[in-house]
């Protein structure tokens, strides 16, 4: 049983940086793979990077350059470094945690986080 939650939200200029955080409420999130995902405004949610237990790692390529995905086992927490942000990332920011191997397909996350708003905007 895992409870997700995501801080390190906020307003940030174009070109700037944020570093989300995903960390657990309850349970620890080593074994699992853990996703990013975002939902604009009136868009559906898409995926946005990925790493595995093994900290093997994945990115759209709508941020690969600019994101970076990590993750602390010792203090059980995964980031997401933001860099070059464009309007376009505004979002709300979840992270997902499955079991196994990582993937794109949201339905196989099973722990979704409540979500950290990202505002990118001058």
């Known amino acids: 049983q895992v409870q997700l939650v995501e801080s390190g939200g906020g307003l940030v200029q174009p070109g700037g940086s944020l570093r989300l955080s995903c960390g657990a409420s309850?349970?620890?999130?080593?074994?699992?793979?853990i996703g990013w995902f975002r939902q604009a405004p009136g868009k559906e949610r898409e995926g946005v990077a990925y790493?595995?237990?093994?900290?093997?790692?994945h990115y759209e390529n709508s941020v690969t350059g600019r994101f970076t995905i990590s993750r602390d086992n010792a203090k059980n927490t995964i980031y997401l470094q933001m860099n070059s942000l464009k309007p376009e990332d505004t979002a709300t920011y979840y992270c997902?945690?499955?079991?196994?191997?990582?993937?794109?397909?949201?339905?196989?996350?099973?722990?979704w986080g409540q979500g950290t708003l990202v505002t990118v905007s001058s």
């Open positions: 997902a945690a499955r079991w196994g191997g990582w993937g794109p397909s949201q339905k196989e996350y099973k722990y």
């Open positions: 309850e349970g620890r999130l080593d074994l699992y793979a």
């Open positions: 790493i595995t237990s093994n900290s093997v790692t």
